[in-house]
Structure formats: structure tokens, C-alpha cells
């Protein structure tokens, strides 16, 4: 089940809290760390793609008015 933004940004707060601790902790980035930054930014990712009307077969570039 797809998760709303206010569980994605729980989620995104969690796995930010998670690695601080470890970091705190180990006083160094260790590969568990990079697993969680590698799901933080699945997570960015996808609360971006909620938060903007994305349309993945709308290839136009927008950024010149017509």
C-alpha cells in the first residue's frame, strides 16, 4: 500500500534520526549508515513526485513560455 505524504515525511524523519544516532555513536559513516541514506532518498524521492502534478509521459519542457 502507497503511503501518503505525512507517512513518507515520519518515515524520511525516522531514517534521519537513525543515522544521526549511528553517527554519534560510531563517529563514523558505516555501510548500515549508507543503506539508510540510500532509503532516505527513495523516500525524498518519492514524497517529490507526490507533491508536484508529475505525468511521467509529459516530456515538454516548461521552461519557455509559448
Known sequence: ???NLTELLA???DLETRWNKMFLESGMVTTEMSV???QH???MK???LK???YNPHNYENHL???
Open 36 to 38: 539508510l541514506a540510500h
Open 64 to 66: 519557455f513560455a509559448s
Open 11 to 13: 518515515k524520511k524523519i
Open 41 to 43: 532518498r527513495d523516500v
Open 1 to 3: 500500500m502507497p503511503l
Open 51 to 53: 507533491s508536484v502534478d
Open 46 to 48: 518519492e514524497m517529490t
